[in-house]
T-cell receptor, first 112, second 112 residues
Framework: GAGVSQSPSNKVTEKGKDVELRCDPI?????LYWYRQSLGQGLEFLIY????????KSGLPSDRFSAERTGGSVSTLTIQRTQQEDSAVYLC??????????FGPGTRLTVT | GDSVTQMEGPVTLSEEAFLTINCTYT??????LFWYVQYPGEGLQLLLK?????DKGSNKGFEATYRKETTSFHLEKGSVQVSDSAVYFC???????????FGQGTILTVHP
């Protein structure tokens, strides 16, 4: 079956612009996670969704970052007023059980 | 908080050599432990896991044993192949909902 998909695969934006990153999880997976992979910080957790609610947002680095999930499926990560330090690969994962997450290919964000 | 310390590398080996990548962790409670692999140009994939002390995870010739007494989960393979060249991440799942804490990753290059 289809895996986790993310779009766009690459995004180049100017500093100060807003960006939206999309994640389509595997059908039926109720849990969804966002992670960020950057040179300086490695791979770090951002936010966890169970259904449409986000009981753990502890990894969002600032209030410029927000995320939502609708219909228990698609999720959007929004970064407002992007900064150069936001440049990273943003990974989405979904799961039907906590010990088995399936990752998407990621969105590479470059802020110029 | 939870943390994972991983042998940084890069590691360069000849084909058929023995591989060890060290991983130690700090966590409260009884976390699950994972090794993820990222092949060139691909997304993160779960390689193996162990959910309790003394469990051994294995897959594709790779093994790792959950050692609570030494808080370690070292990855081993008896005979590596060129196709094993990738980045390997040790991770800890310290919550009931699967939030992952990752090590810094180890780049493995295997030469023919």
């Amino acid at each position: 079956g289809a895996g986790v998909s993310q779009s766009p695969s690459n995004k180049v934006t100017e500093k100060g612009k807003d960006v939206e990153l999309r994640c389509d999880p595997i059908s039926g997976h109720t849990a969804l996670y966002w992670y960020r992979q950057s040179l300086g910080q490695g791979l770090e957790f951002l936010i966890y969704f169970q259904g449409n609610s986000a009981p753990d947002k502890s990894g969002l680095p600032s209030d410029r970052f927000s995320a939502e999930r609708t219909g228990g499926s698609v999720s959007t990560l929004t970064i407002q007023r992007t900064q150069q330090e936001d440049s990273a690969v943003y990974l989405c994962a979904s799961s039907f059980r906590p010990d088995e997450q399936y990752f998407g290919p990621g969105t590479r964000l470059t802020v110029t | 908080g939870d943390s994972v310390t991983q042998m940084e590398g890069p590691v360069t080996l000849s084909e058929e050599a023995f591989l060890t990548i060290n991983c130690t962790y700090t966590a409260t409670g009884y976390p699950s432990l994972f090794w993820y692999v990222q092949y060139p140009g691909e997304g993160l994939q779960l390689l193996l896991k162990a959910t309790k002390a003394d469990d051994k995870g294995s897959n594709k010739g790779f093994e790792a044993t959950y050692r609570k007494e030494t808080t370690s989960f070292h990855l081993e393979k008896g005979s590596v192949q060129v196709s094993d060249s990738a980045v390997y991440f040790c991770a800890l799942g310290g919550t009931s909902y699967g939030k992952l804490t990752f090590g810094q990753g180890t780049i493995l290059t295997v030469h023919p």
